[in-house]
């Protein structure tokens, strides 16, 4: 008859295979899964290459169509089909906007660089001579901040600069020396001069330019116009000058590669054709570098700009009309080839840029410029957006003003979603009959009737007559005429108590007519088709009427009505600006794609509700694709491979950064795969392992959960049930067990045990043990970062080693005479003593609403299986070994240079002594916990085959498991001390050796179980 062995158990807690994302019940689980973002599209047909990407924190399931070969829209995976929401292929070009405008003359020169925090710090000097003005741009709202700075000077002759930027911020500036500023924290206010002029001569005033990589400093200078120097610096303190060599009068800029290497820019005149170069290092002779055409042709003035991705972008104002020209480079500035173009003058040519500038935030382009006049030189310093913005910019983005020559030029056209109106006040409807309003594919529709009228009105714009307002219609139906009683309509009214403009643009489907309410007369009347859909811009500067329109995808702007004066009712004026619009009667179908408006260099708005602006990115990047209505981030989209064709869809499913598949270690096996969820609602994660023929099955004769919570809650259950009706409890996983009253001293951020007075903890406390877990005040969490190590007891302080626990987020709010301390990781048996429980439905629990020093829940590692364990103890010899991670190089002059690459790492090892081979046995020994009639867990001396049939359940050792130093004898005992289990892998080879006894089957043989090692999962 077999015996029960009553020694310490020792063993593993296996996963069970079956608890899988196979098994999972959705239905009877609850749970949220942080960083959800739409994830890879999957095309629904093979129509064409061209191919999405989507990336996003926003969590809807998206569908893309292509509508046409150059526009897509997309729908919400809620949507029917057919709703589909605005949006269009991702371009670039979007026409520019003056975000700073000041109306100081004479402007000198200027540079800016981008910040770490993604502001944009420029500076300029006003004239030659003058010293210089440092601003900061935030592009989050178009606000431009000057600093009050100390440390800067006059600039001696010269009216050139340059700026440069360290990856740690710190920004660098080239005047008659180069001076750097202080750190970031004081804004930049602070400046010092640390080298003179590094060139030799006299302090030159042409052109000059610098940019840093990681490989060193670049700076190129044009020397009163009769050469360039070429400087190299590693610290930009100390200057070498790398050449001298004579030249026309050059024009260049410098940008650095993301790889390091650096592109160069340069015009010898204005009569020469740009090129580029591209230099290894700051060292590379320029000369003596290929010199590639970018553009032939001559030029006013001339930037670069590198995107994120590596991509270069050349800009350069034509000395035609004012445009500016761009050229972009995919292969390092090897070949470029021309990507867009668009005018930045105002008043046909009148007005100008000059003297660009180029910095990069994330995937936009901020050009800094001069515009200079006929008649007054150096009138003002400006910034343009170039790409980033959609052409059309809707509400939550700032007003971006947009030039008069031209507003994008992308063949491509923007399609922005939208809603009716919002009527809460801010958008006011009125009607006349009954007339309908609609919102199918993206499209508004308006359609009114024989006796119908609809309109919108957005009051109180503030007090401007100049206002500009911009529209677009898919196509027109009906007719209008020149006394306004039918057609649709856009009604501006720019007012300001002194002057009140009051004009309309009634549209037709052979005309729109440009009409004057306080003259009551026609402006003009412009014949164009309209019932195929067009663009309109609607502009009014202080009375000065003029109206543009544009075929849908065009580039080019037709001019209907060119700055005609108005009539300004100065009796009455009214006290702030209007825009009204809409249609009326006889209008069978106006569909109004989108519209907006602006104060000139002021505030946007528009026709939605909450609808936010779409970022463009840059090529590769994507394109922003927002839900209508709201103002959560936009998913980025971008596509390869061609043009996509005529309804082919791409399904593209929600992806989380941090989901529920990270917990089975089949597929996560790393604690730094995780789940977290968006709140601290209740946690349930449900399987059937069942199905309707066999009802129930079970884990095993003992089971086990392991669960590292990161720190982030205490409890959590292990539940079954037969029906998914009704649950029973059958493990309880407590990270405070042996914890959870200790008595406690709080002295600043330290914790440590009273004296004289509490409870001792479980555990002698490893040094830094409990680190990554948390301490439990009456109602505060408070997360522990550092510990060293000793006993947590009321004895005096000399009596024994007492530990002490370094605390984050101490506030002096912490109440309760006792603590809960949480540890991170945990793990609970259960020791059956009748028959194991079998159950169809298995759970985990996390209740709701715990204390935490967080708003969420997060699980690193999830084991719920078999707790099995060796039949015999492990022999002396057994080891723990600690790997650092880390990488190491050696300086030149000998020093040796650590880096952390990762946490350290344990490995187990543990041999047996020889045992009897029982494997022929009927009936042998066992061993089994303390719990009166538990159920025997493995027979004596059973190791060796017990672990070849665990290393084939866990995939030849790809699933890890979890070893257990100490198995609790007691039911449902949770463990918390970090050395008395290891997550990790079985590795190496399992080997059976014979020590003695007959080479036969009688079972008398003596034999040796090698040993086992485990490597930490980190």
């Not at 000793?790 to 984050?808: H, M, N």
């Not at 048996?829 to 159950?839: I, L």
Request: net charge negative; aromatic share 10%.
């Amino acid at each position: 008859m077999a015996s029960r062995a009553t020694e310490e158990l020792q063993g593993l807690l296996v996963p069970d295979p079956r608890i899988s994302a196979d098994t999972y019940d959705a239905t009877l689980s609850t749970v949220t899964q942080a960083g959800s973002r739409p994830g890879t599209p999957a095309a629904a047909d093979d129509l064409s290459t061209w191919s999405p990407v989507v990336e996003s924190e926003q969590g809807d399931d998206l569908v893309i169509v292509a509508t046409d070969a150059d526009a897509l829209t997309y729908r919400l995976g809620t949507d029917s089909s057919g709703d589909e929401r605005g949006w269009d292929t991702p371009s670039l070009m979007t026409g520019f906007g003056a975000v700073q405008y000041t109306a100081v003359t004479n402007y000198a020169y200027h540079d800016c660089v981008t910040l770490p925090d993604g502001r944009v710090l420029e500076m300029h000097v006003n004239a030659a001579g003058t010293t210089p003005v440092v601003s900061i741009f935030d592009p989050s709202d178009r606000s431009v901040s000057t600093v009050t700075t100390s440390g800067l000077s006059a600039t001696g002759s010269q009216d050139h600069l340059a700026l440069g930027i360290r990856a740690d911020g710190r920004v660098f500036a080239a005047l008659n020396g180069v001076i750097w500023s202080a750190d970031s924290a004081d804004g930049y206010a602070a400046w010092t001069l640390r080298s003179r002029t590094p060139y030799t001569g006299a302090s030159p005033a042409g052109q000059r330019a610098m940019a840093w990589s990681p490989r060193g400093w670049l700076m190129l200078i044009s020397n009163t116009g009769t050469d360039y120097e070429q400087w190299a610096s590693t610290d930009g303190v100390m200057w070498a000058q790398v050449e001298d060599v004579a030249s026309a009068g050059d024009t260049f800029d410098v940008a650095a590669y993301p790889d390091g290497s650096f592109l160069v820019t340069r015009q010898e005149d204005t009569s020469e054709d740009l090129e580029a170069a591209h230099l290894g290092s700051p060292w590379d002779k320029l000369s003596e570098a290929t010199q590639v055409t970018v553009r032939a042709g001559t030029t006013r003035g001339s930037c670069a700009a590198v995107y994120p991705d590596g991509t270069a972008y050349a800009y350069h104002v034509l000395t035609s009309d004012g445009s500016v020209s761009v050229h972009r480079s995919t292969d390092m500035g090897a070949t470029w080839a021309a990507f867009a173009q668009d005018a930045l003058e105002f008043g046909s040519g009148q007005v100008y840029p000059v003297n660009l500038r180029a910095t990069v935030v994330e995937s936009t382009v901020y050009l800094q410029s001069q515009h200079v006049s006929n008649t007054n030189s150096n009138t003002a310093l400006w910034w343009h957006v170039f790409g980033g913005w959609s052409q059309v910019t809707v509400g939550g983005a700032n007003r971006v003003e947009t030039s008069r020559g031209g507003y994008g030029s992308d063949t491509r056209r923007s399609y922005v979603p939208f809603e009716e109106p919002d009527t809460s006040g801010v958008w006011a409807k009125a009607t006349t009959g009954a007339p309908v309003v609609s919102i199918t594919g993206g499209i508004f529709r308006t359609t009114c009737g024989a006796t119908s009228t609809v309109d919108y009105t957005r009051a109180t714009l503030g007090a401007s007559t100049s206002q500009d307002v911009q529209w677009a219609l898919a196509s027109y139906n009906g007719p209008t005429n020149a006394a306004g009683t039918s057609g649709a309509f856009v009604r501006l009214t720019a007012a300001d108590l002194v002057d009140d403009y009051d004009v309309e643009v009634q549209i037709g489907d052979a005309d729109y007519v440009v009409w004057d309410l306080n003259g009551a007369a026609s402006l003009g009347t412009v014949a164009v088709d309209t019932t195929g859909g067009l663009e309109w811009r609607f502009y009014c500067d202080d009375g000065a009427v003029s109206v543009w329109h544009r075929t849908i995808g065009s580039s080019t702007w037709t001019t209907g009505v060119d700055a005609v004066a108005a009539t300004s009712n100065v009796a009455t004026p009214a006290a702030s600006s209007q825009l009204q619009w809409g249609a009326r009667i006889s209008t069978t179908a106006a569909d109004w794609q989108w519209l907006q408006g602006s104060k000139l260099l002021d505030d946007l708005y528009q026709t939605g509700t909450d609808a936010i602006g779409r970022a463009l990115s840059a090529p590769g990047l994507g394109v922003g694709i927002p839900d209508a209505g709201t103002t959560a981030g936009p998913a980025r989209l971008a596509g390869v491979g061609g043009t996509p064709a005529n309804g082919q869809t791409w399904d593209v499913d929600r992806h989380y950064d941090h989901p529920l598949s990270a917990v089975y270690p089949q597929v996560a096996p790393s604690p730094a795969a995780f789940l977290r969820t968006t709140d601290k609602t209740e946690v349930i994660l449900a399987w059937d392992l069942g199905d309707a023929s066999v009802g129930s099955t079970v884990l095993g004769r003992a089971i086990g959960m392991y669960l590292d919570s990161r720190g982030t809650f205490r409890t959590a259950y292990l539940e079954s049930s037969a029906t998914g009706a009704a649950w029973t409890t059958e493990l309880t996983w407590d990270a405070a067990t042996g914890w959870a009253a200790m008595n406690y001293a709080l002295a600043g951020d330290i914790l440590s045990p009273i004296v004289a007075s509490g409870n001792t903890g479980t555990y002698y406390v490893q040094r830094r043990g409990p680190v990554g877990g948390y301490v439990l005040f009456a109602a505060d969490a408070r997360t522990i970062v550092d510990t060293d190590s000793g006993v947590w007891t009321s004895g005096a302080e000399t009596s024994t080693i007492k530990p002490r626990f370094r605390l984050d987020g101490i506030d002096g709010t912490e109440a309760g005479t006792t603590c809960a301390i949480v540890w991170p990781r945990a793990w609970v048996v259960g020791h059956p003593s009748a028959s194991p429980t079998a159950a169809r439905y298995w759970r985990l629990r996390i209740p709701a609403s715990q204390v935490t020093p967080y708003d969420y829940y997060e699980i690193g590692a999830l084991a719920i299986g078999e707790v099995v364990p060796f039949g015999l103890q492990t022999a002396w010899g057994w080891s723990e070994q600690v790997a650092p991670a880390f990488t190491e190089r050696r300086s030149r002059r000998g020093s040796t240079l650590r880096r952390k690459t990762g946490p350290i790492v344990r490995t187990w090892t543990m041999p047996w002594d020889p045992m009897q081979w029982w494997i022929n046995t009927t009936d042998p020994d066992f061993v089994a916990a303390s719990v009166t009639n538990a159920l025997p867990l493995a027979a004596v001396g059973e190791v060796f085959a017990g672990l070849r049939g665990i290393l084939d359940e866990l995939e030849s050792g790809a699933v890890p498991v979890l070893a257990l130093r100490s198995i609790p004898g007691a039911d449902d005992t949770c463990t918390v001390s970090p050395d008395q289990f290891l997550w990790g892998f079985l590795s190496g080879d399992l080997r059976l050796t014979q020590v003695s006894g007959d080479d036969d089957t009688s079972g008398q043989q003596i034999v040796r179980c090698e040993q086992l090692t485990v490597e930490e999962s980190v």
